[in-house]
């Protein structure tokens, strides 16, 4: 089983920092990690895709966050996402995912956590 704990999450004010961690346990395959990242949920929208970091630390965000976010990890199993100048539009229930690929017929795995919310209100 492979489990994510996120954390970090709360109220703040628009302009504020936030910095949202996420740390993986259980029996994972390390080697065949193909990114880490952070998806959102708002209220009344799609979820989307904020953030990803790949095994080779290549770094993706969707274009609302550019500039703001930053996205990184410190062990194999461990990622952050530092936001920054949040927006209103940036509250969300946010979910660590990573995804594995595995086997020369790629065998795709994304695990999720469980959720954390931020609130960006004044």
């Known amino acids: 089983q492979v489990q994510l704990e996120e954390s970090g999450g709360g109220l703040v004010q628009p302009g504020g920092s936030l910095r949202l961690s996420c740390a993986a346990s259980g029996h994972i395959y390390t080697n065949t990690i193909e990114h880490m990242g952070w998806y959102r949920q708002a209220p009344g929208k799609q979820r989307e895709l904020v953030a990803t970091i790949s095994s080779d630390g290549i770094t993706r965000y969707i274009d609302s966050v550019k500039g703001r976010f930053t996205v990184s990890r410190d062990a194999l199993t461990a990622v952050h996402l530092q936001m920054n100048n949040l927006k209103s539009e940036d509250t969300a229930v946010y979910y660590c995912?990573?995804?594995?690929?595995?086997?020369?017929?790629?065998?795709?795995?994304?695990?999720w956590g469980q959720g954390t919310q931020v609130t960006v209100s004044s």
């Open positions: 995912t990573i995804r594995t690929v595995a086997g020369v017929n790629p065998n795709v795995h994304d695990f």
